[in-house]
C-alpha cells in the first residue's frame, strides 16, 4: 500500500523560506510522477508543482521563480523548496504520487497534509 508522508511545514514570516518533504512508501517511486497541490481555507485545492519520474517540472504561474520541486529517487522523497514567501502562500501543502511517470495520468495517491502559515 502506497503511503505519503510530508512534513517541514510549519509558520514562516513573508520573505521566508522552508523546504517541504513527502517521503513515499509502497511503490516504485522511481516510475511515478509526482506533485504538490495546496489548499486554502474556502479554496479548492489547486496544483502548485509537479515533477515527471525524468524529472520534467511544471509549476502554477503564481510560484513560478520563487518554488521549485525535486526528487531524489534514492530516498523516495519529493521535496518543495519554498522562497519568498507571501501571505498568500498560506495552505495546507498536499503531497501526491501521480498513477504513471507523467502528471497527465492523474493524481492516485495522497499524503495527510502540512500546514504552511506565512504571517508576520
Known amino acids: 500500500q502506497v503511503q505519503l508522508v510530508e512534513s517541514g511545514g510549519g509558520l514562516v514570516q513573508p520573505g521566508g523560506s522552508l523546504r517541504l518533504s513527502c517521503a513515499a512508501s509502497g511503490s516504485i517511486f522511481k516510475i511515478y510522477a509526482m506533485g504538490w497541490y495546496r489548499q486554502a481555507p474556502g479554496k479548492q485545492r489547486e496544483l502548485v508543482a509537479d515533477?515527471?519520474?525524468?524529472?520534467?517540472?511544471n509549476y502554477a504561474d503564481s510560484v513560478k521563480g520563487r518554488f521549485t520541486i525535486s526528487r531524489d529517487n534514492a530516498k523516495n522523497t519529493v521535496y518543495l523548496q519554498m522562497n519568498s514567501l507571501k501571505p498568500e502562500d498560506t495552505a495546507v501543502y498536499y503531497c501526491?504520487?501521480?498513477?504513471?511517470?507523467?502528471?497527465?495520468?492523474?493524481?492516485?495517491?495522497w499524503g495527510q497534509g502540512t500546514q504552511v502559515t506565512v504571517s508576520s
Open positions: 515533477i515527471s519520474s525524468g524529472s520534467w517540472t
Open positions: 501526491t504520487q501521480y498513477s504513471g511517470s507523467y502528471s497527465y495520468f492523474g493524481p492516485d495517491y
